[in-house]
């Protein structure tokens, strides 16, 4: 069973940056699809980005492109996004995923494991 546990979610002013980590148990992390998704009360969880097993293929929703970096360290079984010029739009709870094949995919159904997730508030 993979785990994955979320970092890195907090308070932060309009402008303003976070990094968001997840790290997996597992020994296989680097065969994994990763992606980040985040979720409103009361709304659909909303694709945010997606890396392959390698780092070289980037997915990314078009309401973060230019702001968000999704990256992976599979020596350290850890992805990150790097979130700048953040906005009140991205307040959510975000969550990591992870599947079991090593493509990058932007919808939740093709992911297998999920994180508890972690809070990010911009405020204006």
Same mark, same amino acid.
Do not use: H
């Given at each position: !069973?993979?785990? #994955?546990?979320?970092? /890195?979610?907090?308070?932060?002013?309009?402008?303003? *940056?976070? %990094? #968001?980590?997840?790290?997996?148990?597992?020994?296989?992390?680097?065969?994994?699809?990763?992606?980040?998704? %985040?979720?409103?009360?009361?709304?659909?969880?909303?694709?945010?980005?997606?890396?392959?097993?390698? /780092?070289?293929?980037?997915?990314?929703?078009?309401?973060?492109? /230019?702001?968000?970096?999704?990256?992976?360290?599979? +020596?350290?079984?850890?992805?990150?996004?790097?979130?700048?010029? #953040? *906005?009140?739009?991205?307040?959510?709870?975000?969550?990591?995923?992870?599947?079991?094949?090593?493509? +990058?995919? *932007?919808?939740?159904?093709?992911?297998?494991?999920?994180?508890?997730?972690? !809070?990010?508030?911009?405020?204006?």
């Amino acid at each position: !069973q993979v785990q #994955l546990v979320e970092s /890195g979610g907090g308070l932060v002013q309009a402008g303003g *940056s976070l %990094r #968001l980590s997840c790290t997996a148990s597992g020994r296989t992390f680097s065969s994994y699809g990763m992606g980040w998704f %985040r979720q409103d009360p009361g709304k659909e969880r909303q694709f945010v980005a997606a890396i392959n097993w390698s /780092g070289g293929t980037r997915v990314y929703a078009d309401s973060v492109k /230019g702001r968000f970096t999704i990256s992976r360290d599979n +020596a350290k079984n850890t992805v990150y996004l790097q979130m700048n010029n #953040l *906005s009140p739009e991205d307040t959510a709870v975000y969550y990591c995923a992870g599947r079991n094949t090593v493509g +990058a995919r *932007s919808q939740a159904s093709d992911y297998d494991y999920w994180g508890q997730g972690t !809070q990010v508030t911009v405020a204006s």
